[in-house]
C-alpha cells in the first residue's frame, strides 16, 4: 500500500511563501494524478491543484496565479509552492494519488496558518 508524506506546513505572515512536499513510497509514474486537497474548520475537503502523469495541471480560481504544482519523478515528490498567502488559505492541505489501478492513497495532512 503506497504512503504518501506531506511535509513544509507551518506558521507564516500574510503576503508570505510556504513550500509543500508529499513524498510517494512508489514511484510516481503509477499514479495518474496527483493533487493537493485542502479542508479549513467548519468546511469541506476542496480540491486545490492536481497534475497528471503527463504533467497537465488545473487549479482553483481561488489559487491560480499564486500556487503551483509540480513534481519530481526522480525523488518521487510532488510540490506546491505556495506565494501571496492570504488568511484565508488557512486549512491541512492533503496530498492525493490516484493511481492507473484505480487505488487512491491520502497523505496524513499539513497544517498552514497565515496570519492577518
Known amino acids: 500500500q503506497v504512503q504518501l508524506v506531506e511535509s513544509g506546513g507551518g506558521l507564516v505572515q500574510a503576503g508570505g511563501s510556504l513550500r509543500l512536499s508529499c513524498a510517494a513510497s512508489?514511484?510516481?509514474?503509477?499514479?495518474?494524478?496527483m493533487g493537493w486537497y485542502r479542508q479549513a474548520p467548519g468546511k469541506q475537503r476542496e480540491l486545490v491543484t492536481a497534475i497528471t502523469s503527463g504533467g497537465s495541471t488545473n487549479y482553483a480560481e481561488s489559487v491560480k496565479g499564486r500556487f503551483t504544482i509540480s513534481k519530481s519523478n526522480i525523488k518521487n515528490t510532488v510540490y506546491l509552492q505556495m506565494n501571496s498567502l492570504k488568511p484565508d488559505d488557512t486549512a491541512v492541505y492533503y496530498c492525493n494519488g490516484a493511481f492507473y489501478s484505480g487505488e487512491i492513497a491520502w497523505g496524513q495532512g499539513t497544517q498552514v496558518t497565515v496570519s492577518p
Open positions: 512508489k514511484s510516481i509514474f503509477s499514479f495518474r494524478t
